[in-house]
């Protein structure tokens, strides 16, 4: 079992950073694939971002490549996506996951998924 908490959202203005992280709880929490999905008003929740267990497999989203970057620290059982150059579209709330299995862009491999964490871009 895996409990996830959020933090780090907030409001920012365009062009602003952020940086959100995610503590998970269990002694096994190097052994997860991770994630950050979103989810903006009246849309369908969308991948943001993967690192695998070890961190050396990394995948962004296209609408966030060059801007945002994911890491782990293992030993603080904590995932990290740090958002630079924020765009209002940027706006949703965001959700980190965990998965025993392979890191995936599908939230249905995902087993484990926080509380979620708002970060409103303004313009």
């Known amino acids: 079992q895996v409990q996830l908490v959020e933090s780090g959202g907030g409001l920012v203005q365009a062009g602003g950073s952020l940086r959100l992280s995610c503590a998970a709880s269990g002694r096994t929490f190097s052994s997860y694939g991770m994630g950050w999905f979103r989810q903006a008003p009246g849309k369908e929740r969308e991948f943001v971002a993967v690192i695998s267990w070890s961190g050396g497999y990394i995948y962004y989203s296209d609408s966030v490549k060059g801007r945002f970057t994911i890491s782990r620290d293992n030993a603080k059982n904590t995932v990290y996506l740090q958002m630079n150059s924020l765009k209002p579209e940027d706006t949703a709330v965001y959700y980190c996951?965990?998965?025993?299995?392979?890191?995936?862009?599908?939230?249905?491999?995902?087993?484990?998924w926080g509380q979620g964490t708002q970060v409103t871009v303004s313009s």
């Open positions: 996951a965990a998965t025993r299995g392979a890191v995936s862009r599908s939230q249905y491999e995902y087993d484990y």
